[in-house]
């Protein structure tokens, strides 16, 4: 609509109003245009397909998700603090003479 009216007679004293919102309307155009992209590219089917099941299901996973990585962060916590009590890597090895 904005293209239109940039190019009509009566609205030429319009004119860099008219440019100025064409820049916005686009810019707005585009955002919407990669969100739209982003939730065809989601696995959400559709709010007809989301119940409290389906919900408690992704809550669930997703904290679990969130404990596995608190884990994770402990686990290299921890071993890095292990590496600086024993710089040395410890022999399973019985021969080894430590007794």
């Known amino acids: 609509m904005l293209y239109l009216l940039d190019g009509m007679l009566p609205f030429r004293n319009l004119e860099s109003e008219i440019r100025n919102l064409r820049a916005k309307t686009d810019s707005v155009s585009k955002q919407l245009g990669a969100w739209a992209r982003t939730l065809q590219d989601s696995g959400l089917k559709g709010r007809r397909y989301v119940n409290e099941k389906t919900r408690r299901a992704t809550e669930q996973a997703r904290e679990r998700e969130e404990f596995l990585k608190k884990l994770e962060e402990i686990r290299k916590g921890g071993h890095a603090e ?16 430590s007794s």
Not at 88 to 93: F, H, V
Request: without cysteine; charged residues 25%; neutral net charge.
């Open 82 to 97: 292990s590496a600086i009590k024993n710089p040395e890597p410890r022999s399973n090895n019985p021969e080894s003479g």
